[in-house]
């Protein structure tokens, strides 16, 4: 269990089943606002994931949400759904690449 969103991030790319991810052909862009937070990128294709901090050229979705917020939602203290319909999470891009990343972990 990540206590930053940086080591989150940085423990990502481990943390993902190669077999969750076939077929994802997407770039992931966060940004994470607030004490804690920053930028991070994954790129999904073939199989693999690619995990990097900063800003992706042209992302296929983007997650704005505040550090505490995503640090919750990861560590299972607060629901994704829950955080989109309360506007905790902004998603913006193809929804359906949202779905799929709450199940690709682990």
Known sequence: MADTCSEFFSG?????????????????QWD???DGG???????????VEVTEGEAESPNIT?????QDWMDIVNGKLNGQMAF??????IQGD????????????
């Open 12 to 28: 990502l790319q481990e943390s993902i089943d190669p077999e969750k991810i076939k077929g994802i052909d997407a770039t992931y």
């Open 32 to 34: 994470v606002t607030g």
């Open 38 to 48: 920053g930028k991070w990128y994954a790129t999904f294709g073939e199989g693999g």
């Open 63 to 67: 997650l704005t949400v505040e550090a």
């Open 85 to 90: 319909m309360t506007g905790k999470l902004k």
């Open 95 to 106: 929804m359906t690449l949202a779905m799929k990343l709450q199940s690709i972990t682990g």
